[in-house]
């Protein structure tokens, strides 16, 4: 933003609605069109919940009042016109933005996107099925209704003969056969889908971006979380990198989980993959430290005790590659943020040469790092270039092939380890250029 | 590269999360530098734990600590200063916890006691006033002994990680912390001037200050004297906006809605005019956001800004990134900055003292302007 140092106060609050500010560093939308403007493009939001640090807060806020980008405080140059949201607890805040923001709280996904007509009256659609009161799959998955929110917006595109691009939120569904279908609708209908999760496009410590067709041969995640939850973060923030390697993605023919013993044992076995994990670790920030320390060197002796309750997921792609997460979730026997071992999501990759690049993909988490989210902001401004271009930032293939990965690690665990051969993901794509994560 | 055997660390105290403890820990396990765990090899590492005056149980439980380190952590001796400091090549000094700067006794027994040659780092100011650290880097190049100091802000990460284009011409720029005083202000000017001094000529100091508090600062930003859209761009690089993001977690303007003199309690900030003519402002803003940020105006027009990252705790690794800039200092004899900023820092903190008993009043900085 070019800036004008003979701006008061008062002045200068003017001029934040007003005129457009060209982008400062990495190629991104800055503040393009002013909010009333007729030419900001409309939005519709489905979402189960919003209340505090609720995602669908996340993504409702930053559409409504704007957020710290690239040096200034962006308005976003989407409108969002229409809000379905499914739950409202008592906490909820989706009411009060509605009546301040004037956004059409909607009775059903259809009004939402037609605002009443009999025409799509939206430009693009944000689908968040995350949070909320929902009952858990017999392996212990939140069964979040994205799928059934996505076929509600399929249905109107086709009842409609009109589609816009589609934002999902982290990957499609909780069960293989609803993310195919999730798949195969876009593709069907030939709109725009991207989905995902924060971590591939949140800050990286040190900011590295893998040069495309660099020659890696494996990749290993580190990071945390109960199953069905987090799995996808970490399996986005080794699969944001792998697909860079020579050759790009040509997917994945095999999933074998791990659990507690057997993942020590893995660590003792697999020398390139224990040393990436070690790597990777030499990145976290929030690794729990012996007593009377604040830090320590990461080795599997220290894990063993600091985190007896881990799992990890060996993904074998068809060209050989290997992909391994491993989620060290501390001394519980299940999930909980407070005995975690770690707090943070770290990556390493293997080339063949044997050289080792690896970082963190920084997630400044409130409350306790912070009072927002800001991890959400750079999916919120790739959400905006969607709808604006009509062109994801990276291929819908990453997370078809990552909504698999994580679907069939799960099953994996819950069939005692058993390793599972998974045609399904032949799923082969090219890397968009990129960068795609935050640096500016 | 120079020999080295022995590093000394002479601290004021010692607890978790303390800099004392961040720091010595570091030069005992190793830490984390370049995606790895690096160990400081082949050095033994040499303590000594200052009584400072009426602490004596807590200097008695805080030496325990450092005793269980010398049994089972690494730790080589524990001694006084002319002991802990005889065979070191290099040493640390930590001064308490949350001040500035070490007692000025303890800093010149140190530096008296150093050998020849050594290298001297000190965590924070090396002085709360000019006229001490001028007479320490004195005392210091007596005796051959190469001064640094500094925080972890100079050597942080930042969000984004940007710096200023060497050379590039500077018009006016802005941070903003929060704290109690002095360290408040130390915190802003460690942050700020290590980007400023890249700026063409480099810096050649302050000609004249002036402080300002409450309803007069935020006039002064209308009067233009400091600039509201400079601190725009700089709170837009927090993480950790006050006000209604506590209450339900939104995002806000805080300077286009006009919420920082609201949520501002006791704001104050100290106006800096620059002997190029560069015009700097430490805002400390308590209650606006919880993290340190800076923005810079180029003379073109165009704007940088980050945030100055620290790490979560209890880990803290931005002191991995000081604690290997310690060591390079160490094994190279080359400090990683110049005293002449350390001198500066000093100058600055005793000024910002003297300005705020007479808001509103510039003070002329002649002895601040360097040649």
Same mark, same amino acid.
């Given at each position: 933003?070019?800036?004008?140092?003979?701006?008061?106060?008062?002045?200068?609050?003017?001029?934040?609605?007003?005129?457009?500010?060209?982008?400062?560093?990495?190629?991104?939308?800055?503040?393009?069109?002013?909010?009333?403007?007729?030419?900001?493009?409309?939005?519709?939001?489905?979402?189960?919940?919003?209340?505090?640090?609720?995602?669908?807060?996340?993504?409702?806020?930053?559409?409504?009042?704007?957020?710290?980008?690239?040096?200034?405080?962006?308005?976003?140059?989407?409108?969002?016109?229409?809000?379905?949201?499914?739950?409202?607890?008592?906490?909820?805040?989706?009411?009060?933005?509605?009546?301040?923001?004037?956004?059409?709280?909607? /009775?059903?996904?259809?009004?939402?996107?037609?605002?009443?007509?009999?025409?799509?009256?939206?430009?693009?659609?944000?689908?968040?099925?995350?949070?909320?009161?929902? &009952?858990?799959?017999?392996? !212990?998955?939140?069964?979040?209704?994205?799928?059934?929110?996505?076929? #509600?917006?399929?249905?109107?595109?086709?009842?409609?003969?009109? $589609?816009?691009?589609?934002?999902?939120?982290?990957?499609?569904?909780?069960?293989?056969?609803?993310?195919?279908?999730?798949?195969? #609708?876009?593709?069907?209908? @030939?709109?725009?889908?991207?989905?995902?999760?924060?971590?591939?496009?949140?800050?990286?410590?040190?900011?590295?971006?893998? &040069?495309?067709?660099? /020659?890696?041969?494996?990749?290993?995640?580190? !990071?945390?979380?109960?199953?069905?939850?987090?799995?996808?973060?970490?399996?986005?923030?080794?699969?944001?990198?792998?697909?860079?390697?020579? @050759?790009?993605?040509?997917?994945?023919?095999?999933?074998?989980?791990?659990?507690?013993?057997?993942?020590?044992?893995?660590?003792?076995?697999?020398?390139?993959?224990?040393?990436?994990?070690?790597?990777?670790?030499?990145?976290?920030?929030?690794?729990?430290?012996?007593? @009377?320390?604040?830090?320590?060197?990461?080795?599997?002796?220290?894990?063993?005790?600091?985190?007896?309750?881990?799992?990890?997921?060996?993904?074998?792609?068809?060209?050989?590659?290997?992909?391994?997460?491993?989620?060290?979730?501390?001394?519980?026997?299940?999930? $909980?943020? #407070?005995?975690?071992?770690?707090?943070?999501?770290?990556?390493?990759?293997?080339?063949?040469?044997?050289?080792?690049?690896?970082?963190?993909?920084?997630?400044?988490?409130?409350?306790?790092?912070?009072?927002?989210?800001?991890?959400? $902001? /750079?999916?919120?401004?790739?959400?905006?270039?969607?709808?604006?271009?009509?062109?994801?930032?990276?291929?819908?293939?990453?997370?078809?092939?990552?909504?698999?990965?994580?679907?069939?690690?799960?099953?994996?665990?819950?069939?005692?380890?058993?390793?599972?051969?998974? /045609?399904?993901?032949?799923?082969?794509?090219?890397?968009?250029?990129? &960068?795609?994560?935050?640096?500016? | 590269?120079?020999?080295?055997?022995?590093?000394?660390?002479?601290?004021?105290?010692?607890? *978790?999360?303390?800099?004392?403890?961040?720091? *010595?820990?570091?030069?005992?396990?190793?830490?984390?530098?370049?995606?790895?765990?690096?160990?400081?090899?082949?050095?033994?590492?040499?303590?000594?734990?200052?009584?400072?005056?009426?602490?004596?149980?807590?200097?008695?439980?805080?030496?325990?600590?450092?005793?269980?380190?010398?049994?089972?952590?690494?730790?080589?001796?524990?001694?006084?200063?002319?002991?802990?400091?005889?065979?070191?090549?290099?040493?640390?000094?930590?001064?308490?916890?949350?001040?500035?700067?070490?007692?000025?006794?303890?800093?010149?027994?140190?530096?008296?006691?150093?050998?020849?040659?050594?290298?001297?780092?000190?965590?924070?100011?090396?002085?709360?006033?000019?006229?001490?650290?001028?007479?320490?880097?004195? *005392?210091?190049?007596? %005796?051959?002994?190469?001064?640094?100091?500094?925080?972890?802000?100079?050597?942080?990460?930042?969000?984004?990680?940007?710096?200023?284009?060497?050379?590039?011409?500077?018009?006016?720029?802005?941070?903003?912390?929060?704290?109690?005083?002095?360290?408040?202000?130390?915190?802003?000017?460690?942050?700020?001037?290590?980007?400023?001094?890249?700026?063409?000529?480099?810096?050649?100091?302050?000609?004249?200050?002036?402080?300002?508090?409450?309803?007069?600062?935020?006039?002064?930003?209308?009067?233009?004297?400091?600039?509201?859209?400079?601190?725009?761009?700089?709170?837009?690089?927090?993480?950790?906006?006050?006000?209604?993001?506590?209450?339900?977690?939104?995002?806000?303007?805080?300077?286009?809605?006009?919420?920082?003199?609201?949520?501002?309690?006791?704001?104050?900030?100290?106006?800096?005019?620059?002997?190029?003519?560069?015009?700097?402002?430490?805002?400390?803003?308590?209650?606006?956001?919880?993290?340190?940020?800076?923005?810079?105006?180029?003379?073109?027009?165009?704007?940088?800004?980050?945030?100055?990252?620290?790490?979560?705790?209890?880990?803290?690794?931005?002191?991995?990134?000081?604690?290997?800039?310690?060591?390079?200092?160490?094994?190279?004899?080359?400090?990683?900055?110049?005293?002449?900023?350390?001198?500066?820092?000093?100058?600055?903190?005793?000024?910002?003292?003297?300005?705020?008993?007479?808001?509103?009043?510039?003070? %002329?900085?002649?002895?601040?302007?360097?040649?």
């Amino acid at each position: 933003m070019s800036c004008d140092a003979t701006l008061s106060r008062r002045q200068f609050a003017g001029t934040l609605s007003g005129a457009a500010a060209a982008p400062f560093f990495a190629p991104s939308f800055s503040t393009a069109a002013p909010r009333g403007s007729a030419k900001r493009k409309r939005v519709a939001l489905i979402t189960t919940i919003v209340r505090k640090f609720s995602h669908g807060q996340h993504f409702v806020d930053r559409l409504l009042e704007g957020y710290g980008w690239h040096g200034e405080h962006h308005t976003s140059p989407l409108e969002l016109v229409s809000l379905y949201v499914e739950q409202f607890p008592e906490t909820d805040t989706s009411r009060e933005r509605s009546r301040r923001h004037g956004v059409r709280l909607c /009775p059903t996904i259809a009004e939402a996107l037609t605002l009443g007509t009999s025409r799509l009256a939206v430009d693009g659609v944000l689908i968040i099925g995350e949070h909320g009161d929902y &009952p858990r799959d017999a392996k !212990g998955q939140p069964l979040y209704p994205r799928f059934r929110f996505f076929k #509600d917006v399929v249905k109107t595109f086709e009842r409609t003969n009109q $589609s816009v691009p589609v934002f999902q939120d982290k990957h499609f569904a909780m069960d293989w056969r609803e993310a195919q279908e999730t798949y195969r #609708d876009a593709q069907r209908l @030939g709109f725009p889908l991207m989905a995902g999760s924060s971590l591939p496009v949140t800050w990286r410590i040190p900011a590295i971006e893998i &040069p495309l067709g660099t /020659p890696l041969v494996e990749s290993v995640g580190v !990071g945390y979380g109960h199953h069905g939850y987090y799995d996808i973060h970490t399996i986005e923030t080794a699969q944001c990198m792998s697909e860079r390697r020579a @050759g790009g993605e040509v997917g994945v023919q095999s999933v074998q989980a791990f659990k507690n013993e057997a993942v020590w044992r893995l660590l003792g076995e697999r020398e390139s993959t224990r040393k990436l994990c070690l790597a990777a670790l030499n990145r976290s920030q929030t690794l729990k430290a012996a007593p @009377g320390y604040t830090f320590v060197e990461p080795s599997v002796e220290h894990l063993k005790r600091v985190s007896p309750f881990a799992v990890a997921y060996v993904f074998e792609h068809l060209d050989g590659f290997r992909t391994t997460i491993f989620h060290f979730n501390g001394t519980g026997t299940a999930f $909980s943020r #407070d005995t975690a071992a770690l707090n943070d999501f770290t990556y390493a990759g293997l080339t063949q040469r044997g050289d080792v690049l690896s970082t963190l993909m920084f997630l400044p988490m409130p409350p306790t790092m912070s009072t927002l989210a800001n991890f959400f $902001s /750079p999916l919120v401004n790739h959400i905006e270039r969607m709808v604006l271009t009509g062109q994801p930032s990276w291929p819908i293939e990453r997370n078809y092939l990552t909504t698999g990965m994580t679907l069939f690690a799960v099953d994996s665990l819950f069939a005692d380890g058993a390793k599972l051969e998974t /045609p399904d993901l032949r799923i082969r794509y090219q890397p968009t250029p990129g &960068p795609h994560f935050w640096t500016g | 590269m120079k020999p080295l055997r022995q590093i000394a660390f002479v601290l004021e105290d010692f607890a *978790l999360q303390t800099p004392a403890q961040q720091l *010595l820990d570091r030069f005992l396990l190793g830490y984390r530098r370049a995606g790895g765990f690096h160990k400081v090899e082949g050095v033994e590492i040499a303590c000594s734990r200052a009584q400072l005056e009426g602490e004596g149980r807590v200097w008695e439980a805080e030496t325990h600590e450092l005793h269980w380190r010398l049994a089972y952590g690494g730790l080589k001796f524990i001694g006084p200063v002319s002991y802990a400091l005889r065979d070191a090549e290099a040493f640390v000094v930590v001064p308490k916890n949350d001040t500035t700067a070490p007692s000025e006794a303890f800093l010149t027994a140190a530096l008296t006691h150093a050998q020849r040659g050594a290298a001297c780092f000190v965590f924070g100011a090396l002085a709360s006033n000019l006229a001490a650290a001028r007479t320490f880097s004195t *005392l210091a190049a007596a %005796r051959q002994v190469t001064l640094a100091s500094g925080t972890t802000l100079p050597v942080t990460w930042r969000l984004p990680q940007m710096d200023l284009p060497s050379q590039a011409r500077v018009a006016e720029a802005l941070i903003v912390v929060q704290g109690a005083s002095p360290l408040a202000e130390l915190h802003a000017l460690d942050g700020l001037l290590p980007v400023l001094e890249r700026r063409a000529g480099g810096e050649r100091g302050v000609r004249q200050v002036k402080f300002l508090s409450g309803r007069e600062l935020w006039r002064a930003g209308d009067r233009r004297e400091w600039s509201w859209p400079l601190l725009a761009a700089a709170l837009s690089r927090s993480d950790s906006p006050q006000g209604d993001a506590i209450l339900d977690g939104r995002t806000q303007d805080l300077v286009g809605l006009g919420l920082v003199p609201k949520l501002a309690t006791n704001p104050r900030g100290w106006l800096l005019e620059h002997t190029d003519g560069v015009r700097t402002a430490l805002l400390v803003l308590d209650g606006v956001v919880a993290d340190f940020n800076f923005a810079v105006r180029l003379a073109d027009g165009s704007n940088l800004s980050a945030q100055l990252f620290r790490a979560p705790v209890p880990g803290q690794e931005h002191y991995s990134r000081l604690a290997a800039a310690m060591e390079d200092f160490f094994r190279t004899g080359t400090p990683p900055w110049p005293v002449s900023r350390s001198l500066l820092t000093a100058g600055l903190l005793d000024v910002c003292r003297q300005t705020a008993a007479q808001p509103g009043v510039w003070l %002329r900085t002649p002895e601040l302007t360097q040649r």
